[in-house]
C-alpha cells in the first residue's frame, strides 16, 4: 500500500512514544521515509525505544517532556523546530487507564488521567497548530481515542471522559482549523495487545479469551495494522480527511464493545477486589 517515500522528509512528533503503539506507530512512520520525535517523561524507556528501533539519534529523537505541562510542551516543541527545522505531523497517543469502580476513584486519580489524556492533547494540538497557522504551514494532527469514548464503559470513567473530550476537540479543530491546511483526525483502537496497559487491563488469559469471544473478527489487532492506518491519515494519501475519527477495532463497537463485558462474568465485589489487586501489584513493580 504504501512506498518507502510515503512520508519522505516528513518529522512526526509521538507522545508516549516510548513503548506500546506509540512506539509502533513510530517504526511504521521511519519505514515510510519519515523522522519522529518520540515524546515521554521516562529518560530510561525512551532511550530503550530508540535501541528497539535500531535508531543512531538522527532520524530518531527522544525529547523527555510531561505534556500535561503547557510550558514543557512549548519548550520541547521549540527545540524540535530548532533541530530539525520543521514538524508536520503530531500524534498525541500519551494516556494513562486504570481500572476503578467510579465510587470509589478519587478526584486526584480522575484529575490523573484527565491531565495526560485531554490537557496533553490540547497542549500540543495548540503549541503545533499556532506555530502551522502563524508560519502559514500545512500539517496533520492524529488523535488516539478509544472505541468507548463515543459510549462510555463501565470502571474506566476518568478515561472515557477523557477521550470523549479528545474525540470534540478532534471535531472542533478539524472545522476550525480546515482553512489553514491543517487536517485533525482521531482514530479509536479497540483491543490490541502490548507490554504494560494490557497487562493492566486484561489481568490474565481467562479474561483475555472472554473478551476475544466478544469481538466479532474472533481476534485482536495486530499493532502494524494501527500503524497503518495512521501512516495514511497523516501522509498526503489522505488530504480531503479531517474532523473524522476511525474505528479499528474488529467490529467491537458494533457489538456495544467495552470493558463493560467484565459485567458479564463477575459480580461487582468481585470486580472490586480484582482492581485492588491490580492496582497493588502495579505499585509493587514500581
Not at 471535531?171 to 495487545?193: C, K, M, S, Y
Amino acid at each position: 500500500m504504501f512506498s518507502a517515500e510515503t512520508l519522505q522528509g516528513k518529522h512526526i512528533v509521538v507522545t508516549g512514544g516510548g513503548s506500546g503503539l506509540g512506539l509502533e506507530m513510530a517504526r511504521g512512520f521511519l519505514s515510510v521515509g519519515a523522522s519522529v520525535s518520540l515524546i515521554g517523561r521516562n529518560r530510561a524507556r525512551l532511550e530503550q525505544a530508540l535501541k528497539d528501533l535500531g535508531g543512531d539519534g538522527t532520524r530518531v529523537l527522544l525529547h523527555p517532556c510531561d505534556v500535561r505541562s503547557y510550558e514543557e510542551v512549548q519548550n520541547t516543541f521549540s527545540s524540535i523546530v530548532e533541530h530539525t527545522g520543521r514538524v508536520d505531523g503530531v500524534v498525541n497517543n500519551a494516556a494513562g487507564n486504570f481500572y476503578c469502580a467510579s465510587e470509589d476513584l478519587t478526584s486526584n486519580g480522575f484529575r490523573t488521567v484527565v491531565d495526560i489524556v485531554l490537557q496533553g492533547t490540547f497542549n500540543w494540538s495548540q503549541v503545533f497548530g499556532s506555530y502551522l497557522i502563524e508560519h502559514s504551514l500545512p500539517g496533520s494532527i492524529l488523535n488516539i481515542v478509544a472505541t468507548y469514548s463515543h459510549f462510555g464503559s463501565a470502571f474506566v470513567l476518568p478515561s472515557a471522559c477523557a477521550k470523549a473530550g479528545v474525540h470534540a476537540l478532534t471535531q472542533t479543530l478539524g472545522v476550525e482549523w480546515a482553512h489553514h491546511g491543517i487536517r485533525v483526525n482521531a482514530v479509536a483502537p479497540g483491543p490490541f495487545p502490548t507490554e504494560g496497559a494490557w497487562s493492566r487491563l486484561i489481568p490474565d488469559e481467562k479474561i483475555e479469551q472472554r473478551y476475544k469471544r466478544l469481538l466479532p473478527t474472533r481476534r485482536f489487532g495486530e499493532k502494524s495494522e494501527l500503524a497503518n492506518l495512521a501512516i495514511f491519515l497523516l501522509s498526503d494519501l489522505s488530504p480531503y480527511i479531517t474532523g473524522e475519527c476511525i474505528y479499528i477495532d474488529g467490529g467491537e463497537h458494533l457489538r456495544g464493545g467495552s470493558f463493560n463485558f467484565l459485567l458479564e462474568y463477575f459480580e461487582p465485589e468481585d470486580l472490586k477486589k480484582m482492581f485492588r489487586g491490580l492496582k497493588s501489584k502495579s505499585q509493587a513493580q514500581k
